[in-house]
Structures are given as structure tokens and as C-alpha cells.
């Protein structure tokens, strides 16, 4: 069975720019959790999207965004990018939202800002 | 104070070893925890995870869990080469109809042969 998918796996950005990241849930499971983990941190929470909607939300600015499809997968916009914004973005998936559950994670996509 | 805490390492251990990763944590309203493992490059694999207080075991490896003192261990015996990588504790928030998880800072683990 697929696990989660994410792409591109790398993606190169200067500032300014938009960028958009993609995530495939695993069958089945209906919620999906973005999350920016930066080098030598653990991840940090986003959001979580449940049926096509937002229900949590971490503390990041405005200039990120998300949806979810009718399919379950999920996009992921930063605008403005900034320096800062340099991390590994990683999609995870569950079968609800709100529920104790295990969460599980793609191998996330690795953005450079230059 | 992060609401988690956990020693980054690294830890380097020869194989065979027993080795114990440990985190503290501060909301005593987490309910469920995890361990992750993380190979560079790739994302976090899910180990084992539970509720309660005590010990939960899956082949060589045993989580531990004593809410009373909010700590948490990973306890992996006969460590292996294979074993070499970033070791994530994580612990479940709910708040109204959503779910995170909080992450320590994850400790790095080097077993050589």
C-alpha cells in the first residue's frame, strides 16, 4: 500500500516567490497535517485539514495557506517567500481529525530560498 | 520552557548496546504519545505509540510512559548499524475538533559496528 506522497521532493525558490507544495494521503484517511520541521528541530505544526476543511491552525503567518480536495490530497501555499522560510515541509495523515491517532508522514519536501 | 524537552545528542553507542532515549514533557494534558525515527533525508517513520502509563513493547523495542513524572523513554535493545538515525518524541494536543502533534528536538543516535 502507498504511504503518504508528497512533491516535488526539492524545490529552489528566491524571495519573494510563491511556491506550492502537494500531499497524497494514505487510502483511506481523511485528515492531513502539514507540518515545517527546520534543520536540527522537530516538526512544527501548521495545520490540519479534516473533510475539505481547516480545523486547527499553528502559529505561522498569513502568508500561509492550505486546502484539501475532494480526493483527500492537500496544497500547501507560502507566499512571500522569506530566508526564513528555508525548511522541510512535511504532509502527515490520519484517519480523522481531532482524535488521539496515529499521525503518519511523507518524506516531505525540502525548500531552499535563496 | 518547550513544552517538550529532549537531549539532541548525539548519542554514539557500539553495537549490540541497550539504548535509552528520554523526553520530559510540561502539559500534563498530553494524553497519547509517539516515537518517530528519522533517516536523513526522509520523514519521520512512526515506531510505536500508546495511552497509558507503563511499558508497551514491539520486538526490540519498549516505549515507557509515567505521567506522573511526565517522562517518556524509548528503550532499544541489540542495537544495530541499521538503527543509526534522528529518534522524535511526540505527544498529541486535541483542541476543539483538531489535533497536533509536539515534537521534541529529536536525538541523534549513532550505532557502530
Known amino acids: 500500500d502507498a504511504g503518504v506522497t508528497q512533491s516535488p521532493t526539492h524545490l529552489i525558490k528566491t524571495r519573494g516567490q510563491h511556491v506550492t507544495l502537494r500531499c497524497s494521503p494514505i487510502s483511506g484517511h481523511k485528515s492531513v497535517s502539514w507540518y515545517q520541521q527546520v534543520l536540527g528541530q522537530g516538526p512544527q505544526f501548521i495545520f490540519q485539514?479534516?473533510?475539505?476543511?481547516?480545523?486547527g491552525r499553528g502559529n505561522f503567518p498569513d502568508r500561509f495557506s492550505a486546502r484539501q480536495f475532494p480526493n483527500y490530497s492537500s496544497e500547501l501555499n507560502v507566499n512571500a517567500l522569506l530566508l526564513g522560510d528555508s525548511a522541510l515541509y512535511l504532509c502527515a495523515s490520519s484517519l480523522v481529525a481531532g482524535a488521539n491517532q496515529p499521525q503518519h508522514f511523507g518524506d516531505g519536501t525540502r525548500l531552499s530560498i535563496l | 520552557q518547550k513544552e517538550v524537552e529532549q537531549d539532541p545528542g548525539p548519542l554514539s553507542v557500539p553495537e549490540g548496546a541497550i539504548v535509552s532515549l528520554n523526553c520530559t514533557y510540561s502539559?500534563?494534558?498530553?494524553?497519547?504519545f509517539m516515537w518517530y525515527r528519522q533517516y536523513s533525508r526522509k520523514g519521520p517513520e512512526l515506531l510505536m505509540y500508546t495511552y497509558s502509563s507503563g511499558n508497551k513493547e514491539d520486538g526490540r523495542f519498549t516505549a515507557q510512559v509515567d505521567k506522573s513524572s511526565k517522562y517518556i523513554s524509548l528503550f532499544i535493545r541489540d542495537s544495530q548499524p541499521s538503527d543509526s538515525a534522528t529518534y522524535l518524541c511526540?505527544?498529541?494536543?486535541?483542541?476543539?475538533?483538531?489535533?497536533?502533534?509536539?515534537f521534541g528536538a529529536g536525538t541523534r543516535l549513532a550505532v557502530h559496528p
Open positions: 485539514y479534516y473533510e475539505k476543511e481547516e480545523r
Open positions: 502539559n500534563s494534558a498530553f494524553q497519547y
Open positions: 511526540a505527544m498529541s494536543e486535541i483542541r476543539g475538533g483538531y489535533n497536533k502533534l509536539i
